[in-house]
């Protein structure tokens, strides 16, 4: 019975004493502070809700017309040109206001 004491007491000081030690050395951490990358992601999402987007859909719906000029047709030739013309115009709103009330 001494035998198991001893084993889950130093099992407790093998974690102890880390922990304590982490939670003396850890400084404040603010989730959202850091404006590191705020200039890249202006520029992206300026990109994608102005001419970038504008020009992905219409590439993306010149490749669906290419599609069915070639002769076979698929329903995704003209599904996936909607479907890239509603995520670039509210894809990137939606995804930075979810990240924003995330963090």
Do not use: H, N, W
């Amino acid at each position: 019975m001494t035998q198991i004491s001893r084993k889950s007491r130093s099992r407790f000081t093998d974690y102890i004493i880390p922990a304590c030690a982490a939670l003396i050395c850890a400084g404040a951490a603010y989730a959202g502070a850091d404006t590191t990358f705020d200039p890249a992601l202006t520029k992206f999402t300026d990109f994608l809700e102005g001419s970038g987007g504008k020009i992905i859909t219409v590439l993306s719906l010149a490749a669906g017309l290419i599609g069915l000029a070639s002769g076979r047709f698929s329903l995704g030739q003209i599904a996936v040109p909607v479907g890239v013309g509603i995520g670039v115009g509210t894809g990137v709103p939606i995804v930075t206001s979810v990240v924003t009330a995330i963090i």
